[in-house]
């Protein structure tokens, strides 16, 4: 059993969750003393338990198929709603417990976020972010959350924190899906426009996460103070425009990186060049050795970036050089820190939630074992391929 980072294990490990509370957790002599003979049992000899995983990056408006903007734009809100749901389950049914959607339309998220919660839908907890803040014509337009002006970026901010979204989504750059859009370096907004949407945020107990490719834009993002950066890729008029002194900034503000790796970066490496890819993916490398906090993001929901595809994903860091070990901390006890969220999640501990991965195998040492799910319980309720009765929900379990 994984209990918590740093390879943090117990040989021989269970844990009793009440409901969707961790009661106990260690030594299975131990937790098996507290459970009582008629609490419900799980047993996995073979396996490995450790914390469900923490997707950063995901767009569960969007289908992964070759054109997902026109998916979206041709689908009404019921029949969106039903994919998102879909979705959502593909996500959990690898493991993900958590997953922090960065922009859908017309607050779709919320409502299935809120479903989710009160288990009337299956799919990992959500963080959403609501329509996302873009200029006028900007990346991602078409979800509804076009601003121009200072007075218009503090409404919307205000607005999606009615709607009672986790955090604020801004498009500091253009985006590759967006046609006609801004060019994916092109800057979107000045740092004092990016600084106001902080300010509005923070006001509002709120995270801000900036979409930025472009140096500039990265450069406003990190003036700004924001709290974490999406895909990162120093990308300029004429190639690659890396700052050392904004990579140092980064770091010592504690802004978290997520790369928002596609599960098919081997097949985009392909696409935009192995040695331009290699280049980028070096950066990524450089980054993490100077003290960036990287964060696991599949980008789900863009063409080849399907949802059940996290483990290809968290293969990616092992290819920029991280040890199996690293990488199982990045994708629960290390995103649950990134997100704030690391008092309730990320570790195997009495009080947290009961977010359980069990997979055969070890994936401290082969991350192929995260693709042998044997259970999945996010807040409580199992799903998975060994799902527990539904009648023994409400039931303390140990396994």
């Given at each position: 059993?994984?209990?918590?980072?740093?390879?943090?294990?117990?040989?021989?490990?269970?844990?009793?969750?009440?409901?969707?509370?961790?009661?106990?957790?260690?030594?299975?002599?131990?937790?098996?003393?507290?459970?009582?003979?008629?609490?419900?049992?799980?047993?996995?000899?073979?396996?490995?338990?450790?914390?469900?995983?923490?997707?950063?990056?995901?767009?569960?408006a969007l289908d992964a198929g070759p054109d997902p903007v026109a998916g979206l734009q041709a689908a009404g809100d019921a029949e969106l709603y039903a994919g998102m749901a879909d979705r959502a389950g593909r996500l959990l049914a690898t493991g993900v417990t958590t997953a922090r959607d960065l922009g859908d339309r017309g607050g779709l998220a919320v409502r299935l976020r809120d479903e989710i919660a009160a288990g009337r839908v299956p799919g990992p907890r959500l963080l959403s972010a609501g329509t996302p803040l873009t200029a006028v014509g900007g990346h991602c337009w078409f979800m509804g959350g076009e601003v121009e002006g200072i007075g218009a970026i503090r409404e919307a901010v205000r607005r999606n924190a009615a709607a009672g979204v986790d955090l604020i989504k801004v498009m500091a750059t253009g985006g590759g899906i967006t046609k006609g859009g801004p060019a994916v370096w092109q800057a979107q907004f000045t740092e004092e426009e990016l600084s106001v949407v902080v300010a509005e945020a923070r006001s509002l107990g709120l995270p801000v996460a900036a979409h930025a490719h472009g140096t500039e834009g990265?450069?406003?993002?990190?003036?700004?103070?924001?709290?974490?950066?999406?895909?990162?890729?120093?990308?300029?008029?004429?190639?690659?425009?890396?700052?050392?002194?904004?990579?140092d900034a980064i770091a010592a503000g504690g802004i978290a990186v997520c790369p928002a790796a596609s599960p098919d970066w081997r097949g985009f490496a392909q696409r935009f060049g192995p040695e331009r890819a290699e280049e980028m993916f070096g950066l990524l490398r450089w980054m993490a050795e100077r003290g960036v906090r990287l964060l696991p993001g599949t980008d789900a929901g863009v063409p080849h970036a399907v949802f059940d595809g996290f483990v290809s994903s968290l293969e990616f860091f092992e290819h920029i050089g991280l040890a199996p070990a690293e990488i199982v901390d990045l994708a629960t006890s290390g995103a649950a820190r990134a997100l704030g969220i690391d008092g309730d999640t990320g570790r195997l501990a009495a009080g947290f939630r009961a977010d359980l991965l069990v997979v055969d195998g070890d994936p401290l040492t082969d991350l192929a074992a995260l693709r042998a799910v044997r259970l999945v319980v996010a807040g409580g309720r199992p799903a998975g391929p060994s799902l527990a009765d539904p009648a023994d929900r409400d039931l303390p379990d140990a396994f």
């Open positions: 059993m994984v209990t918590g980072p740093g390879g943090q294990v117990v040989p021989d490990g269970a844990v009793l969750y009440d409901g969707g509370l961790i009661a106990a957790a260690g030594p299975r002599a131990e937790v098996e003393a507290q459970a009582g003979p008629d609490v419900p049992r799980l047993a996995f000899p073979e396996g490995t338990l450790l914390p469900g995983l923490i997707d950063a990056h995901v767009h569960l990265i450069a406003a993002a990190v003036a700004a103070g924001v709290d974490t950066i999406e895909h990162c890729t120093w990308m300029g008029r004429a190639g690659f425009d890396v700052r050392e002194d904004l990579v």
